[in-house]
């Protein structure tokens, strides 16, 4: 062994702490933000609150004549409670068990994206893989920024590095399973990651992909090329005709999925 060889486990530990330090001082400086900066500062914050307000006392979407619309109605008629998206709900719930009389109401919400953010970065301490797809959270403070504030961007991007992780990783329990013969116990984070994926397709539709790529990935591991390209766009052919992206006859739609 060379000493360079004898060194690098000293250097990978050391890059691994400084990375999970960057992340944590990146929460420290979303969490001063979101203490400090006014209520709708950010983009459109006071119409993310307004929905998340509905559910505060509620747990079913609005009828499309429920008057509990008319206070999350943007100037041009629009609402986010009018979208299929599980970000208000769980942060309106979230919400309802913090103490009014210490928060702010927006404070309350946004405690919901900080909280996101630290289990990050709990898990990418946990897990003690340098190149987590969590690290991409450096890359910029656009993306740490959207942590410090309420809107519907932190959940989906909280549930796509945990995904996108999950698959990668080599250490995660999902790997394992997915690269092993099969046993029971592997149901547990298959169960776990369909979780995962199962709240990304109700956030926002702009991370759907992220799905695919997975799906493709964890499938192709498992089963090879084939089979994972015949899933993934089936997959993708379902959910983009249940989102309205295309209009897809439903024979044909029949046809792809019984291949």
Same mark, same amino acid.
């Given at each position: 062994?060379?000493?360079?060889?004898?060194?690098?486990?000293?250097? &990978?530990? &050391?890059?691994?702490?400084?990375?999970?330090?960057?992340? #944590?001082?990146?929460?420290?400086?979303?969490?001063?933000?979101?203490? *400090?900066?006014?209520? &709708?500062?950010?983009?459109?914050?006071?119409?993310?609150?307004?929905?998340?307000?509905?559910?505060?006392?509620?747990?079913?979407?609005?009828?499309?004549?429920?008057?509990?619309?008319?206070?999350?109605?943007?100037?041009?008629?629009?609402?986010?409670?009018?979208?299929?998206?599980?970000?208000?709900?769980?942060?309106?719930?979230?919400?309802?068990?913090?103490?009014?009389?210490?928060?702010?109401?927006?404070?309350?919400?946004?405690?919901? &994206?900080?909280?996101?953010?630290?289990?990050?970065? *709990?898990?990418? %301490?946990?897990?003690?893989?340098?190149?987590?797809?969590?690290?991409?959270?450096?890359?910029?403070?656009?993306?740490?920024?959207?942590?410090?504030?309420?809107?519907?961007?932190?959940?989906?991007?909280?549930?796509?590095?945990?995904?996108? %992780?999950?698959?990668?990783?080599?250490?995660?329990?999902?790997? #394992?399973?997915?690269?092993?013969?099969?046993?029971?116990?592997?149901?547990?984070?298959?169960?776990?990651?369909?979780?995962? #994926? %199962?709240?990304?397709?109700?956030?926002?539709?702009?991370?759907?992909?992220?799905?695919?790529?997975?799906?493709?990935?964890?499938?192709?591991?498992?089963?090879?090329?084939?089979?994972?390209?015949?899933?993934?766009?089936?997959?993708?052919?379902?959910?983009?005709?249940?989102?309205?992206?295309?209009?897809?006859?439903?024979?044909?739609?029949?046809?792809?999925?019984?291949?």
């Amino acid at each position: 062994m060379t000493a360079g060889e004898a060194l690098q486990p000293g250097r &990978n530990e &050391n890059l691994f702490r400084w990375l999970l330090l960057c992340l #944590a001082l990146a929460w420290i400086l979303a969490a001063v933000m979101a203490a *400090v900066s006014g209520f &709708n500062a950010h983009p459109d914050e006071i119409f993310h609150v307004a929905a998340g307000e509905y559910y505060l006392t509620h747990w079913l979407p609005p009828r499309v004549t429920d008057t509990a619309l008319l206070s999350s109605l943007s100037p041009y008629g629009f609402t986010y409670l009018g979208e299929i998206d599980a970000t208000y709900l769980l942060a309106g719930r979230l919400a309802s068990l913090l103490p009014e009389t210490l928060l702010a109401p927006h404070l309350r919400f946004r405690a919901f &994206n900080l909280l996101l953010f630290l289990i990050l970065v *709990v898990v990418y %301490g946990a897990r003690h893989e340098r190149f987590s797809p969590i690290v991409l959270v450096l890359l910029t403070p656009q993306i740490w920024y959207v942590f410090s504030y309420f809107n519907n961007d932190a959940l989906p991007l909280f549930l796509s590095l945990l995904l996108v %992780g999950a698959v990668f990783e080599s250490r995660t329990r999902l790997a #394992a399973a997915l690269s092993a013969p099969w046993r029971a116990s592997m149901l547990i984070p298959l169960a776990g990651t369909g979780l995962l #994926a %199962g709240l990304l397709v109700v956030t926002k539709p702009n991370y759907l992909p992220v799905i695919a790529f997975v799906v493709f990935f964890a499938v192709c591991r498992a089963v090879g090329f084939a089979a994972a390209a015949i899933c993934v766009a089936s997959a993708g052919l379902y959910l983009a005709r249940s989102r309205s992206f295309v209009s897809i006859p439903a024979s044909a739609l029949s046809a792809c999925l019984t291949i």
